[in-house]
Structure formats: structure tokens, C-alpha cells
């Protein structure tokens, strides 16, 4: 299985920072990655395919970037409703694979 | 737009099978994969496994020896059973759809989630 690996488990920040959150892959992936966002009770979201592919309806302050194992998404300016945990996941072999998420919390 | 909903006991004893089922609504059932994927407390994802709409059949290797996923195009559903449950199976379950890509090379995500359901393993 390939493993993926997020960094930083739990992040704080404040309305308007630009925030960057790791993931690395076990094994070379390509761009075989995808974003999601989950808030507390509810079902991830889509927000990046394809390392870098926005999802339709997906706000353009959110970008994902990367190739091979090391990949990134960043949120270029935190809105309130960004707060949540994220998760990146693999596309690239059978089973597919999430990371453990990683926390976006208010400072 | 489409919309997935998932349903089942909320509460199953060890050793018994968990079932559920997940209503695909305002789309086509057709021409797609769809996947369950579970989430135990406090933990991350996992992937279950994926079904197409035509019957063909991909699970996770940990799962698989007790997993079955099914699907009845005509009432647009597709169901999960897991057997032998025990503790570790207590999680939040989803029912996703798979859409693909085509780019250079293909991608998948899971782009549309049900809300979820809560499963407790417990006696």
C-alpha cells in the first residue's frame, strides 16, 4: 500500500495568512492526488484532482501543486469558513489510500 | 444535481454482518464507479472499496476476505456488507461517487459523498 504522509498534523492561523499544508507519498504517485476539505460532522469535499486541478465551484484561493511523492495545497488567503481538516489521498494504485489529515484551526 | 444517502442499522453486534445501502438520486447510476469508505473516531479515511455500475468489484486487500459490495441498478442503490464485525469497525460510513478524469493521463477522485453514517460495533 502506499502510504501518505501530511504535515503538519494541526495548524493554527488567522483570517487572511497564506497557509501551506505537506503531503508526502510512500512511492512516486505522478500527480495521482487529490484534496479534500471536511468540516466537523459533515462528509469531505473535493478540492484538487490531479495535484493541481481546481473542482468546479472550489474557491481560486485554494491550489494544489507537486508531482512524484511531495505535493502541496495552499489556501492563498483564509477565509472563516476555511477552517477545517484536511486531506490529501491517492489515486494512483489499488487500495486507495488518505493521509490522517491535517487540522486547520483559529488563532 | 446528484445526491447519495446512506442507510442501515446504526448499532450491530459482533460477529454479525453490517449492511448498508446507499440511494443514488438526481443522476444516472450508470457509467460510474462508486465507493464506500469509512471513518473511525478521531481517525483518517479509509477506502473500502469501489463497485461499477455494471457489477465489476475492487476492494482493499485489508477488507477483503469479509467484504462484499453489490449493486441494483433499477432501484439506483448500492450496498455495502462487511461481516465477522468487531470494535475496530465502529466508524463513520460513506458512500461516494468516483468520476474520472481525462487528462493527459486519467485521474479519479470522489467527488460527490453522502452525508454519512454513524455504525456502532458493540453488544
Known amino acids: 500500500d502506499i502510504q501518505m504522509t501530511q504535515s503538519p498534523s494541526s495548524l493554527s492561523a488567522s483570517v487572511g495568512d497564506r497557509v501551506t499544508i505537506t503531503c508526502r507519498a510512500s512511492q512516486s504517485i505522478s500527480t495521482s492526488l487529490n484534496w479534500y476539505q471536511q468540516k466537523p460532522g459533515k462528509a469531505p469535499k473535493l478540492l484538487i484532482y490531479?495535484?493541481?486541478s481546481l473542482q468546479s465551484g472550489v474557491p481560486s484561493r485554494f491550489s494544489g501543486s507537486g508531482s512524484g511523492t511531495d505535493f502541496t495545497l495552499t489556501i492563498s488567503s483564509l477565509q472563516p469558513e476555511d477552517f477545517a481538516t484536511y486531506s490529501c489521498?491517492?489515486?494512483?494504485?489499488?487500495?486507495?489510500?488518505f493521509g490522517q489529515g491535517t487540522c486547520l484551526e483559529i488563532k | 444535481q446528484v445526491q447519495l444517502q446512506e442507510s442501515g442499522p446504526g448499532l450491530v453486534k459482533p460477529s454479525e454482518t453490517l449492511s448498508l445501502t446507499c440511494s443514488v438520486s438526481?443522476?444516472?447510476?450508470?457509467?460510474?464507479?462508486w465507493s464506500w469508505i469509512r471513518q473511525p473516531p478521531g481517525k483518517g479515511l479509509e477506502w473500502i472499496g469501489h463497485i461499477y455500475y455494471s457489477g465489476s468489484t475492487i476492494y482493499n486487500p485489508s477488507l477483503k476476505s469479509r467484504v462484499t459490495i453489490s449493486v441494483d441498478t433499477s432501484k439506483k442503490q448500492f450496498s455495502l456488507k462487511l461481516s465477522s464485525v468487531t470494535a475496530a469497525d465502529t466508524a463513520v460510513y460513506y458512500c461516494?461517487?468516483?468520476?474520472?478524469?481525462?487528462?493527459?493521463?486519467?485521474?479519479?477522485?470522489?467527488?460527490?459523498w453522502g452525508q454519512g453514517t454513524r455504525v456502532t460495533v458493540s453488544s
Open positions: 461516494a461517487r468516483v468520476i474520472l478524469f481525462i487528462m493527459i493521463e486519467s485521474h479519479d477522485a470522489f467527488d460527490i
Open positions: 489521498q491517492q489515486s494512483y494504485s489499488t487500495p486507495r489510500t
Open positions: 490531479a495535484a493541481s
Open positions: 438526481g443522476g444516472s447510476i450508470s457509467s460510474y464507479y
